[in-house]
């Protein structure tokens, strides 16, 4: 069983603040998590993946993410938040021998300027 | 080309119709979905198939059925059309293989009036 949680619907932010979307997992298996964004009337778009080879995962748009199985946590940084960075973040989940991911209930970035 | 394409992009209908989403993706991929993403942005799956075997979300309603004519292929038929299904409806798919994103296609946004 996977499971997925995003703390907080929607996170407001000044341009050049520090953005933190938070993820936590449960799984029963060893996971693979992901950040995808959403931009309004498009699909869904990865911005970075842990696979277990780096627990600090680096994705596009200066994002990054920490897998800390600690506190089952895998949740989304950037240093500055920039206008564009406004969208709808998801984290997912999947585990060793199941290809169909499970999603969170998403987070809404408002970036004000 | 797009990777995954959808059509329609936009659906607007009558209760108690039927109609079909199409899918097609030309990445070669092995394994496609059907998501449903409410208005509150919650992504729920509802099918993932590949050659080998569909997956169905129990508490999809089985007025909706995928149909897969070849592997590039997977649309979603809806009948007895209802209120409640008003939703954009996204197709994914993905390769083999462990720890694998996720390809989207930009959504249908199904209205029924």
């Known amino acids: 069983a996977q499971s997925v949680t995003q703390l907080g619907s929607h996170v407001s932010v000044s341009e050049g603040a520090l953005v933190l979307l938070r993820c936590n997992y449960s799984?029963?298996?060893?996971?693979?998590l992901f950040w995808y964004v959403q931009y309004p009337n498009q699909g869904l778009q990865l911005l970075l993946k842990?696979?277990?080879?780096?627990?600090l995962v680096k994705g596009i748009n200066g994002f990054e993410a920490e897998f800390k199985k600690s506190e089952t946590s895998f949740h989304l940084t950037k240093p500055s938040a920039h206008m564009s960075d406004a969208a709808e973040y998801f984290c997912?989940?999947?585990?060793?021998?199941?290809?169909?991911?499970?999603f969170g209930r998403g987070t809404s970035l408002i970036v004000h300027p | 080309d797009t990777a995954v394409s959808q059509t329609p992009k936009y659906l607007v209908t009558q209760m108690g119709n039927d109609k079909s989403i199409k899918c097609e993706q030309n990445?070669?991929?092995?394994?496609m979905y059907w998501y449903k993403q409410d208005s509150k942005k919650f992504l729920k799956i509802m099918f993932s198939y590949n050659n080998k075997e569909l997956i169905i979300n129990e508490t999809v309603p089985n007025r909706f059925s995928p149909k897969s004519p070849d592997k590039a292929h997977l649309n979603l038929h809806i009948n007895s059309l209802e209120l409640g299904d008003s939703a954009v409806y996204f197709c994914?798919?993905?390769?083999?293989?462990?720890?694998?994103?996720?390809?989207f296609g930009s959504g249908t946004q199904l209205s029924v009036l």
């Open positions: 799984s029963s298996v060893p996971p693979y």
């Open positions: 842990y696979t277990s080879a780096a627990t």
């Open positions: 997912a989940v999947s585990g060793t021998g199941s290809y169909i991911p499970t």
């Open positions: 994914a798919s993905r390769p083999l293989g462990q720890g694998e994103k996720l390809f």
């Open positions: 990445l070669g991929h092995d394994t």
